[in-house]
């Protein structure tokens, strides 16, 4: 059962508003749960007050962070707290799904003027927002947040309600739907859905999709959250800030890199790491076009091992995959990294292979500049339809 624990100063809006249709089921079933924390049971005041003036003046009142705290605590569950916010990360159906895992979910909802920042820092893993508005409360946003996500979880739905090939999944929205009669007002249905070919029809859908999607909301094609986040804003980052990487974030990167496919899972990868400060200048002399070398963090020199007999000959390849893995995952940590090419010029290898000691079997195929970024480059949509070739080119 995944339970949605709602602290708010009106638990009828959100019972009112929820305890219908799909969601009455669900609940009735026990796959949901939604219970509500008023927050006001818990103020200190003798009033019950739970808002205050803002400290340095301003308009109207802000929420104490005293009666959110009780009410959090009473809740005794170790698990995410979202707070609705208009400043929270805009709300999609990746999100949805990433939270329709999760078995309990707590959600604040404000009001008046917002809530004490110290309750934000201190409960608070995820501020979000449904969209570029603002609201008088964060119960309707929460009752969105839960509608969205209950409808995810297994067995919500019933069979006839099934959620997909519908608008969002995979980032595409759903291609045109018709239903009887066959022509209405002369407006025909598109051959190809009457013609009982499956795989035909699956096409057609496929590629409606895409075009609806590139004509109506070219945006989405950039999605702004999770995977294809890591993707989409991936970009060369090459100026970074005078600070360090961990080890700890060395070694996630590098566990990124070696979950790259390969081969004949030949795994045929060496990284080699340089983060003495001398060795990184020495690095960015030796090609015009490694220059920020000497201001990043680290460098990850990727090499292929070729001493292997089983999958040697992709030894590029696999480095490349490995190489991208790791940009990506950097780019998900928040640092900046850039892909420096070394391989397949003979010249540029013996200068890397010189310097840092390969033996012959080692080749190198690239570096990667990693550092925390010092400048931001906008997401790129580099789709284009033209780059598709259905069946032969
Ligand atoms: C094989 C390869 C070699 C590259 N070599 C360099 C390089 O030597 N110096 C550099 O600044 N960027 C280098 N890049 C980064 C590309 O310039 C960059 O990926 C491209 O312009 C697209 O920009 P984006 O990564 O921001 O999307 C290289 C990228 C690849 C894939």
Request: charged share 25%.
């Amino acid at each position: 059962m995944t339970n949605f624990h709602v602290l708010t100063l009106f638990p009828e809006i959100i019972y009112g508003g929820l305890n219908h249709s799909i969601l009455k089921r669900a609940i009735d079933k026990n796959i949901i749960n939604i219970n509500c924390i008023n927050i006001r049971d818990f103020s200190n005041d003798k009033n019950k007050r739970v808002d205050d003036y803002p400290y340095g003046g301003g308009y109207g009142m802000l929420m104490q962070a005293q009666p959110i705290y009780d009410a959090y605590k009473s809740i005794k569950k170790n698990c995410r707290v979202i707070y609705l916010s208009p400043q929270g990360k805009i709300f999609n159906q990746k999100t949805a799904y990433k939270l329709s895992m999760e078995n309990d979910i707590i959600l604040l909802c404000g009001h008046y003027e917002g809530i004490d920042q110290r309750i934000i820092d201190e409960i608070v893993t995820d501020e979000i927002s449904v969209g570029d508005y603002i609201l008088t409360g964060g119960e309707i946003p929460a009752m969105i947040l839960i509608d969205s996500i209950a409808r995810l979880i297994p067995n919500v739905l019933g069979k006839t309600e099934s959620f997909c090939n519908e608008s969002f999944e995979n980032n595409l929205l759903e291609y045109p739907q018709y239903t009887r009669p066959e022509i209405f007002n002369g407006r025909t249905v598109p051959e190809i859905l009457l013609s009982g070919n499956h795989n035909e029809i699956k096409k057609w859908r496929l590629k409606q999709s895409f075009i609806n999607t590139v004509v109506k909301r070219p945006d989405l094609l950039k999605m702004e959250d999770d995977k294809m986040n890591a993707i989409f804003t991936r970009r060369s980052i090459r100026k970074y800030k005078n600070e360090p990487i961990s080890d700890e974030q060395l070694e996630i990167l590098l566990k990124a890199g070696m979950s790259a496919p390969s081969a004949m899972n030949s795994q045929n990868w060496e990284f080699v790491i340089v983060r003495d400060k001398n060795h990184l200048s020495k690095l960015s002399t030796l090609n015009p076009y490694h220059q920020m070398l000497k201001d990043s963090a680290l460098a990850i020199v990727v090499c292929g091992n070729t001493s292997k007999i089983l999958g040697d000959e992709y030894w590029i390849q696999n480095c490349s995959a490995a190489t991208q893995n790791i940009l990506i995952q950097a780019n998900e940590m928040g640092l900046g990294a850039v892909w420096l090419g070394v391989a397949p010029y003979e010249e540029k290898m013996k200068k890397i292979s010189d310097n840092l000691n390969l033996p012959d079997y080692v080749k190198p195929l690239g570096i990667i500049s990693i550092g925390v970024p010092d400048e931001f480059k906008q997401p790129q949509n580099n789709f284009s339809l033209e780059k598709i070739h259905y069946e032969k080119f």
